[in-house]
């Protein structure tokens, strides 16, 4: 019995021998603060989600950005209609092969959207929804019917303005098109198909897009590219944020069979206001120029320009009498910055210096030969 006991015994202490060489081992922290490492771990779950993370739905966006989105219905000018096609919506859209109205006559006429820009009636839209339009009406989301005015139109940027007489009117607060990642949803609202009010989701896909569309030399195109569903009728719509911000406006897809095929581009809110704002001052775009010929840089360019650097715009001819000639600048330098923004391609210049005023001075980064160098630039009018 008694060497039971002592087995018995010898065994109590052995374990409390081991648990006390195991709290050793521990940090020094009183046993009080242990249990709250769990309970902090299930109480983060109901933490809010940040701004930018991906919503539960789109309800709230959406609901925001349809009463400011309208559908626009044009009358085309008869002086207009024996223009060339690039005047026709469809042939900016898919190109000459493409008639939606078979072989007969097409009417004289489009749709399209727009988004209420201000609370007084103004409309910004794409100059190819209202382009030779002799009249023009607007339908409200609330099924209000308007006939507006063409107040201008920027056919280099495939912007313009209308109005509509009234006031109160319901407008949308502008994002920062800037800020706008890649990987960031948006929603497409406009008028596809006349099937009015018709809001899609989708990503940004990428920015700076161009895409060859508004042809000739001072054509502006830097479009924000997504996966959003876009088709006839959503030229002119908004483009908004997950916050029901306006983003950008919807101007065109990429396609070979005439619908949506996968992207679709608008142009960047920041430009459009820009843009907008001048119409609405002046009547048209009051737009300031670099007076400069230029083109993108790649691998071999840079190798033939003994540059270590693969990314940036090189000036090819410089306009006599220009912005760029008078500041100093020269053939082959690559602007690589302006104002401490980052320049790496054609589409983020073009944007930059349109949304720049005549009389504005901006300091450009470039590299010339090697050597990095600050010009400041005073820019005019063209």
Known sequence: MKQLFSLILAGMAG?????????????????????????????????????????FDFKTAAARAMPAVVHISSIIDRTASN????NDPFHFFFGDDFNPFGNGTPPQGGTGSGVIYTSDGYIVTNNHVVQNAGEVEVTLYDNRTFQAKVIGTDEKSDVAVIKIEGYDFPTL???NSDEAEIGEWVLAVGNPFELTSTVTAGIISAKGRSINLLKGGRAIESFIQTDAAVNPGNSGGALVDAEGRLLGINTAIATRTGVFSGYSFAIPVNLVARIADDIIEYGSFQRAFLGVTISGLDFEYAQELGVD?????VIEELADGGSAQYAGLQPKDIIIGIDGREVKTVPELQEIIGRAKAGDLINIKINRRGDILEVPVRLKAG
Do not use: C, W
């Open 15 to 55: 374990g409390m021998i081991t648990l006390g060489g195991y709290s050793l081992l521990l940090p020094d922290t009183p046993a009080a603060q242990v249990a709250p490492f769990y309970a902090q771990a299930a109480k983060n779950i109901n933490v809010p989600a940040h701004l930018n993370a991906v919503p």
């Open 83 to 86: 223009a060339p096609r690039s």
């Open 173 to 175: 607060e502008l994002s």
């Open 309 to 313: 650097i693969t990314q940036g715009v």
